[in-house]
């Protein structure tokens, strides 16, 4: 046997028990969810039901909410959240500054904490009788408490914040490691040049960082089309559901109401669809090699 058949042996031999692992508990799975998704009726009385589910879902006042909710979270969330981890990246980057790691490691923190956690200590920052509300009175702001959780604007725009404080840090060591991966003397010709910090970023570290900041684009899309603990943990989908996610809507018809996982497979392929649609779109448009 030639040596470069014995390499290709070898390397089919680490891959193969990985690659039947994920086919047993990923695309086994996800083949077993997409015919079930055809069906209708309680667990121990299936039947098939054609495009019924799908149908539906276009029908369903609560579903259409929590799409939209998804996306308007999305569309608002995601690039303040990059734009914010680019800028904090670009700043902790600069090899003068001091304690940097010190910076670095209290704004990726909030990543590192439990969901469950994080969402308490949000619910009581913008309780009636919270943190924030106890500020704005003292400043003579508003006269009582405000209940943030409680309105669909105030209780979307929580979830929002939430979301950008928890992810940007995850987002910065993505931007930060690639930053490392550029030349300092790059910014130093640049620098020599007569280029301005605001062009330095724009004309060298932006391009330079495109494949990263796609990376963490699709990723972050990705996660939050599937957004769950935020509106499960904070508001409960509420105010009357103003606030629910897909994700969450899917655990309810699932779990929380009579269940019917025919629907909630349905509701799941939607976003698988909406997921592979989006990252296509996303590597067409950032990726420009030829």
Same mark, same amino acid.
């Given at each position: 046997?030639?040596?470069?058949? +014995?390499?290709?042996? &070898?390397?089919?031999?680490?891959?193969?028990?990985?690659?039947l692992?994920?086919? $047993?508990?990923?695309?086994?799975?996800?083949?077993?969810?997409?015919?079930?998704?055809?069906?209708?009726?309680?667990?121990?009385d299936?039947?098939?039901?054609?495009?019924? !589910?799908?149908?539906?879902?276009f029908?369903d006042?609560?579903?259409? %909410?929590? @799409?939209?909710?998804?996306?308007?979270?999305?569309?608002?969330?995601?690039?303040i959240? @990059?734009?914010? $981890?680019?800028?904090?990246?670009?700043?902790l980057?600069?090899?003068?500054?001091?304690f940097?790691?010190l910076? +670095?490691?209290?704004? =990726?923190l909030?990543?590192a904490?439990?969901?469950v956690?994080?969402?308490?200590?949000?619910?009581?920052l913008?309780?009636?009788?919270?943190?924030? !509300?106890?500020?704005?009175?003292?400043?003579?702001?508003? !006269?009582?408490?405000?209940?943030?959780?409680?309105?669909?604007?105030?209780a979307?725009?929580?979830?929002i914040i939430? @979301?950008?404080?928890?992810w940007?840090g995850? !987002?910065?060591?993505?931007?930060?490691?690639?930053?490392?991966?550029?030349e300092?003397?790059?910014?130093?010709?640049?620098?020599?040049?007569?280029a301005?910090?605001?062009? %330095? =970023?724009?004309?060298? %570290?932006?391009?330079?960082?495109?494949?990263?900041?796609?990376? &963490?684009a699709?990723?972050?899309?990705?996660?939050?089309?599937? @957004?769950?603990?935020?509106s499960?943990?904070?508001?409960?989908?509420?105010?009357?559901? $103003?606030?629910? %996610?897909?994700s969450?809507?899917?655990?309810?018809?699932s779990?929380?109401?009579?269940?019917?996982f025919?629907y909630?497979? $349905?509701?799941?392929?939607?976003? =698988?669809i909406?997921?592979?649609?989006?990252?296509?779109?996303?590597?067409k448009?950032?990726?420009?090699r030829?």
């Open positions: 046997m030639s040596l470069s058949k +014995r390499h290709n042996l &070898t390397g089919w031999a680490f891959l193969t028990p990985a690659t692992m994920i086919a $047993a508990m990923s695309f086994w799975p996800m083949i077993q969810a997409f015919i079930l998704s055809f069906q209708k009726g309680k667990a121990n299936l039947r098939f039901g054609g495009i019924d !589910n799908y149908v539906r879902m029908k006042k609560v579903f259409m %909410t929590s @799409l939209g909710n998804t996306f308007f979270y999305l569309i608002i969330q995601v690039p959240m @990059l734009i914010l $981890a680019l800028i904090l990246a670009q700043m980057n600069n090899k003068n500054l001091r940097k790691g910076f +670095r490691t209290a704004i =990726f909030p990543c904490t439990s969901l956690s994080y969402a308490i200590i949000f619910r009581s913008f309780g009636v009788d919270g943190f924030i !509300n106890s500020v704005l009175i003292k400043l003579g702001i508003l !006269n009582t408490g405000y209940n943030f959780l409680g309105n669909a604007g105030s979307k725009a929580v979830i939430a @979301l950008i404080w928890r940007t995850y !987002n910065m060591v993505f931007y930060l490691s690639g930053l490392q991966n550029i300092y003397s790059v910014y130093e010709a640049a620098k020599i040049d007569g301005s910090p605001l062009q %330095t =970023f724009f004309k060298i %570290t932006v391009p330079l960082l495109k494949p990263t900041i796609l990376l &963490t699709i990723m972050s899309t990705n996660g939050t089309l599937q @957004l769950f603990d935020e499960f943990n904070l508001t409960k989908g509420g105010p009357s559901n $103003a606030t629910i %996610t897909m969450h809507y899917i655990y309810n018809v779990f929380k109401y009579v269940p019917n025919g909630a497979a $349905a509701m799941s392929f939607l976003i =698988f909406l997921v592979a649609i989006l990252a296509f779109i996303q590597m448009v950032g990726d420009k030829d």
